[in-house]
């Protein structure tokens, strides 16, 4: 599971394949020059990247919801994206259409006692799955910080007492629990600090997503690898999704996503981490261009405590079923009914 | 045919003319409707950034404006059932104001759900068979049809009224009397819908109550007559037409009692959540009394409060309801703005704060947001008036067919041609 390997290996690839070759035959010469152009670097990229941009726009802004595509307008969107995006950013992109494996679920675990809060998957996140990196500042995975055992000696006696002087309740300790109120902005020096356990959150991949349910033009669906997915060409921006997800895992494209090229992930999948483009919703998707090519997601693979385990609930061997029934296992939020398919354990 | 072109072309020759203020008016709101365009035209191009919108508090003003207009919307009915279902003579008159209303509305809320889409130019995937329509799942696609289907209704049966009219012919009962009691329940589920669209997620605990649907019915029978009751007095004051004071009446008490019956409901949620003080309440804790020192929505709430009491303490005095120069339109104002308030900002903001994770962050419109919510209204009330003031040619009988000679055979015996001069219609 080597990351660098992997990625060359589609560089080099991209090019060579049939199709692809076939599609800009028969985009015509236009098509063949601005990408001829577009390979030549990234001179090329300021002088002629509008024109086909705004061709590739229009080509996109008439294709169908990807789930009801055929085969052939599937590979038509891919190749479109492909090389809007080798020209938008200067480097070779690869955009996959993989579809969900047979026999496999996937579902997470997370162990909030190893967690050291050190933020290193929020950031491995991002530079894999090609978020805009401010205004908007996107990020999938929130890692709040929670005190433990607050109990406040100053606050104790400062109770409710009645008009009879006798206390009908007390201060002494601060709330958390189904509003989390967690704090998810700490900056300190060193982590873990004393005094507190880390909660890291992202999407939950409900098997009963509200997200979905709300969604009027179904762009956001479960794959049946059980992964929520969301196809950004299709999203009308409305919103939906966002006011339903109890876990605060959809973030919005507010303005144009500004993602620099030198920071551009190229390997990318449709459904996945492909660049985002304005007014539209997106989340974590367990990093299905990876997974779904059997390799561990980015936050599991940096997590340096081995807190984040990742796997195939069908699979009675992989690891997260072994944690599913040998540890204390629980759900966020689990009477909401939405199924999570990201579970939190201890040791 | 040729009586249809002829409704077109006389009224826009009738609405075209007016007296200064009638002029001033419509360049006011032509003004800010402009601003409007100027904000879109940033909107749409730059994205959702231009608007103070965040990922926490990601519905805001024009949400809140959507929700309540779809109320002023549903209103019309106030005038409709009291006509043809308690056949209130006085009101029957005037029903086709109502209808206008209600279509304009309807287009204020068509356009403020543009500005709240992140992709307007994506609208198209709505559409039916060419794009994906997840209904019945979705409770918006509910609120799409409902909202098409009411706008659709009452701008034919108004329509076809004044059309009839124009024409000096009967109304047909069988065709016109279904649509309108169909429109009466229909008036009745657009905002329905629009309360389930909200109150169906768990996610967010405030408005997540059984209560919502007859709170948005009873706000919106307060506010909307209100507003129709200072348009009747406004055309009483500008126009020839006189309202009769008993269909003024008739409102004033509907939005009396409705008025009551929201105090009531709004009360009763604040004692079911503050009392046991669940996490369910913290929204509400934060719309009135603030929380963790952010305390932006406490001053509004309040003035919301006191705007309902007030109007509903002047409503309730005979002599002070019964006063239309100033304390009926002055309680109908309070009304109209104390409801803008409780069932706009005051009910769509707090619903996300705090966010699902507990954070606690507070949201004010931006200027962008500002001068296009104006230039909704501006655009609403100018449609408004520019159907009315057409509507009220046709019933003074200003405006009507002219061609006698070919055609009057055709009409019925009642029919006497008219001629007045536009001018007359305003002072
Ligand atoms: S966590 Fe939120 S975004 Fe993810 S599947 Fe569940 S409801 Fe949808
Ligand atoms: S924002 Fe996009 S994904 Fe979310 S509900 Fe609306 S259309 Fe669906």
Redo the contacts between chains.
């Keep these: 599971m080597s990351e660098p390997r992997d990625k060359d290996e589609k560089k080099k690839d991209a090019p060579l394949k049939p199709d692809e070759a076939s599609r800009r035959e028969f985009l015509g010469g236009a098509g063949l020059s601005v990408t001829a152009a577009a390979l030549s670097g990234a001179g090329a990229l300021l002088s002629g990247s509008d024109e086909a941009e705004a061709k590739a726009t229009w080509g996109e802004?008439f294709q169908k919801?990807y789930r009801?595509m055929t085969e052939d307008e599937k590979r038509e969107a891919v190749l479109r994206l492909e090389k809007r995006y080798t020209e938008e950013f200067g480097k070779q992109t690869t955009v996959d259409s993989a579809p969900a494996k047979e026999g496999v679920l996937f579902g997470y675990a997370l162990n909030i006692q190893k967690c050291i809060g050190c933020r290193r998957c929020v950031y491995a996140c991002v530079k894999e799955n090609n978020q805009s990196r401010d205004?908007?500042e996107i990020q999938w995975i929130?890692v709040?910080k929670m005190e433990k055992g607050n109990f406040l000696a100053g606050d104790m006696d400062k109770g409710y007492p009645d008009p009879a002087g006798i206390q009908v309740g007390g201060n002494a300790y601060k709330?958390?629990?189904?509003?989390?109120?967690?704090e998810?902005y700490y900056e300190p020096a060193e982590v873990p600090e004393k005094g507190y356990f880390y909660f890291p959150?992202q999407c939950m991949q409900c098997e009963k997503p509200?997200c979905v349910?709300?969604?009027?033009?179904?762009?956001t669906y479960r794959d049946p690898d059980g992964i929520v997915v969301i196809d950004y060409n299709?999203?009308?921006?409305?919103?939906?999704c966002?006011?339903?997800?109890?876990?605060?895992a959809r973030?919005?494209?507010?303005?144009?996503p500004n993602l620099p090229a030198e920071e551009m992930n190229p390997v990318t999948h449709y459904l996945g981490n492909r660049p985002r483009m304005?007014?539209?919703?997106e989340k974590c998707t367990f990093c299905l261009q990876r997974t779904r090519q059997g390799r561990y997601t980015a936050c599991v693979e940096v997590c340096p405590v081995g807190a984040r385990k990742f796997g195939n609930l069908l699979d009675p061997d992989s690891e997260v079923r072994k944690i599913l029934e040998k540890k204390k296992v629980f759900r966020l939020k689990a009477e909401?009914n939405t199924y999570p398919k990201f579970f939190y354990f201890m040791d | 045919m040729k009586p249809l072109i002829r409704f077109a072309l006389d009224s826009v020759m009738y609405v075209a003319r007016g007296s200064a203020i009638f002029y001033g008016w419509i360049i006011f709101l032509g003004f800010l409707s402009f601003l409007m365009l100027l904000g879109a035209y940033e909107q749409f191009t730059k994205g959702m950034i231009v608007t103070n919108y965040n990922d926490l508090v990601s519905w805001g003003l024009y949400e809140a404006q959507f929700v309540f207009l779809v109320g002023v919307a549903a209103a019309a009915v106030t005038v409709v059932f009291p006509s043809y279902v308690y056949h209130h003579k006085k009101m029957k008159e005037i029903v086709v104001l109502g209808e206008l209303l209600a279509v304009s509305a309807v287009c204020m809320v068509m356009i403020f759900i543009m500005f709240h889409m992140g992709r307007p130019d994506r609208l198209w995937h709505l559409i039916p068979v060419i794009g994906i329509f997840n209904w019945p799942h979705s409770m918006l696609t509910w609120d799409v049809i409902v909202l098409n289907g009411y706008l659709g209704l009452n701008a034919i049966c108004a329509f076809y009224y004044l059309f009839m009219k124009y024409t000096g012919r009967e109304v047909n009962k069988l065709f016109y009397m279904p649509l309108v009691y169909i429109s009466i329940v229909w008036a009745l589920s657009i905002h329905t819908v629009t309360a389930f669209l909200i109150n169906t997620m768990p996610s967010r605990p405030m408005w997540f109550h059984s209560m919502m649907p007859i709170k948005f019915i009873a706000t919106a029978f307060a506010a909307g007559p209100a507003m129709i009751i200072i348009s009747f007095l406004v055309i009483n004051k500008f126009t020839k037409l006189k309202i009769a004071d008993e269909a003024i009446e008739t409102l004033a008490q509907i939005v009396t009692w409705c008025l009551g019956i929201t105090i009531f409901l709004g009360l009763s949620e604040v004692v079911t959540e503050l009392y046991p003080s669940t996490e369910h309440s913290f929204s509400l804790q934060y719309l009135i009394f603030g929380k963790h020192g952010l305390t932006g929505l406490v001053l509004w709430y309040w003035s919301a409060v006191v705007l309902l009491l007030a109007a509903f303490f002047m409503l309730l005095t005979p002599s002070l309801r019964k006063n239309h120069k100033l304390w009926l339109p002055l309680a109908c104002a309070f009304t109209f703005a104390g409801v803008w308030i409780d069932k706009g900002m005051g009910l769509v903001v707090p619903a996300f704060i705090p966010s699902p994770i507990g954070e606690i962050s507070e949201y004010a419109p931006s200027a962008i947001e500002i001068v296009n919510t104006l230039g909704g209204w501006a655009t609403g009330l100018l449609i408004f008036t520019v159907l009315a003031k057409g509507a009220i040619g046709v019933l003074l009988g200003e405006l009507k067919y002219r061609a006698a000679t070919d055609l009057a055979s055709e009409f019925s015996s009642e029919w006497q041609p008219v001629v007045h001069s536009s001018e007359e219609i305003c002072k």
């Design positions: 802004w919801n009801l205004n908007p929130r709040l709330n958390s629990g189904v509003v989390l109120e967690g998810h959150m509200p349910k709300v969604c009027p033009v179904r762009t299709w999203c009308i921006g409305c919103r939906m966002i006011a339903a997800c109890p876990y605060w973030r919005f494209n507010w303005g144009e304005k007014g539209v919703a909401l």
